[in-house]
């Protein structure tokens, strides 16, 4: 329909014009003194270099393996989280969500972006797209089915709509096969998806 | 407020476009509308709360063909002219025209750590106790602000159950619009999924919402 | 489905602009889309609740920003290439490459009057007496269908009063999937403001849409 | 914002792409032979030139004028209505609903554009508009506000949403200081929009 050509030309035009509308902004924002442009670059590298998934891994890793710390991220998950040094903007208030044979826990925001990113860094665009956001509360099934996950059809599937200030960090269900392995190792197992409930833990052989 | 926002339950998007080895920012211009957005969310010169009604209050269907970190930047747009820093004229033209205003405090890169490690917590104590407990059934209002609210469209007027009590946090229909805190006690509800989206729901869903106290009432 | 023709309750689209000594036609191409819509569909390649169902499944965010002739232009270009009419290759090059398909009829212009004049009436008889009479306190399901239905959002799961019964009508939410026509009776329900938009409504509205059996139970 | 000059921008080079569309389709109908353009040609003047909103208004007046033509239009508007020659398309199932003093009916279409063609012709563009379809049903004495039409506030408003094919046809009040008005003068004071509910019937001095 000559659309995808005029969608394409639509995405160039519409790049550089809010590029030059970002940059317009910072100048003026900069200018005025309200904002210093080194504190930008600080905020950037914190979220591109330092925060990310990983940390959650680690939570999940200990919850794993210990049972004492599994039972505090149960009961304080703020408190936990903060033990191991993740704390902060958009993770003020967490609570951990786990994962059973019976039930499946999956994270949405229907109404922005809520996502904890002390433990997880900044959510993924789709994480923050009409079609998530939109399916999620309606047809988690469906939406797990995207992202590659089936599970039985008798498995609940619990969706936490993020609404307030609450942070959820979903613990995955621990792999067979992985008694004895490190945290580190375990660490390696928890991706990021695991971790919102669009997907699952990796097994131990596909990371070997 | 029913705008574009409130996806929950929405259809024709489409399927999720989900990327390999996404990268944080996909142009530098994001990297930018990012960190100004966090910056000028720590001079003080508004709330978080605010800053979702900003980008939610945009014309429908200018939210749904903006991308992320455009709603963002149009936000800041709008909240930088309301709160009197930069007008529109300013904007307009891309440049700065005249002296700037007063402004609380200005985020120095030496802070951004520890400013982002207090982060907002919206948790305040306050005297009135829970009028409801875990486990207790509760019906949401069917409320329709035209300001901001929290409560989703789909789960209005639903009977769920009370699963967590999280302590009183800020409202934010209130603070959004500069009438103050007015903490509430704040819950997650639990709904079936037959509650939401009728008998023809999937029975194995269930959903929650966390929910202020002033969006329930008994059930 | 719940795409964005479902525009009941929304906020953030602005004031209503009213112009003044209206044209019909804003345009040459307003005149042409118009025309061609009505032509294409009097060749009985598809049904009216099909058209709806083309235009109400275009993304959101497109539907939201098109104007009223560009949805039926996009509409009808969904349709000719659904019922196999023209291949999407003709639309992206514009212009016919291969040989038409088979058509019922063709629309000639001195058979407009008549067409027009004949319409497209959906009360059909059926046997089946009404489960409804007028007076009776009945509830709209909460239906949350992926296909087309006439049941709009605001009123899913509402208790109001039957206050006209219309006699049985074609079903959209079959007719618009090729699934018949499946008549059925057909009732205006009438309800407060306060039942949809809850207690905070103008307690001097009310509000009725017209409702097919299958979509209401006694309440 | 720099937002006003990129939108024109837009709006033109969306004008002609359309433009282009709809020219191409036309074209590919017409080559196929689905469509004779003599046909587009007649529908388009049907509904430029002939159909329009004074067939309410004669409706209307008669209704005004004679007790036995308003109780059938109250009984069965189709027949009535097609006893005065409008009949057909979007106009096959036609309820009248009347305007009193203590309320007052106002039409909308939330899901699409339904409209009764054979009265009232096509549907302005606010009809068919998001600000419109949106608001009517939610808050339909603001928008009422909108039109300049001002009710007291002890009126009832009765909203009628067009989901199926059933037409609404508003009966305005008769306006005081009109007896012994012929049809013909009662049917200038008519508008189209006190036929959709959004204005009232206009009053004698104003046509004088």
Known sequence: MGKDHHHDHDDHSHLSEIELRVRALESILVEKGYVDPAAIDALVETYEVKVGPRNGAKVVAKAWSDPAYREWLRTDATAAIAALGFIGRQGEHMVAVENTPDEHNMVVCTLCSCYPWPVLGLPPVWYKSAPYRSRAVLDPRGVLAEFGVHLPKTSRIRVWDSTAEVRYLVIPMRPEGTEGMSEEALAELVTRDSMIGTGLARQPEAVR | MNG?????????????????????????????????????????????????????????????????????????????????????????????????????RVLKPEDVPAVLARGGPTERPIEQPARFAVGDRVRTRNLNPQGHTRLPRYARGRTGVVELVHGAHVFPDANAHGQGEQPQWLYTICFSGWELWGEQADPTVSVSIDAWENYLESA
Chains 1, 4 share one sequence.
């Open chain 2, 4 to 104: 574009a926002q409130d996806l929950g339950g929405m259809m024709g998007f489409g399927p999720i476009t989900i990327e390999h080895d996404e990268p944080w920012f996909h142009a530098e211009w994001e990297r930018r509308a990012f960190g100004l957005t966090l910056a000028m969310g720590a001079t003080g010169s508004w709330n978080i709360d605010m800053s979702r009604h900003a980008r939610e209050s945009l014309p429908p269907g200018e939210y749904l063909t903006s991308s992320y970190y455009e709603i963002w930047t149009k936000g800041v747009e709008k909240l930088v002219v309301a709160a009197g820093l930069v007008s529109g004229e300013e904007l307009t033209c891309g440049q700065s025209l005249v002296g700037s205003a007063p402004i609380k």
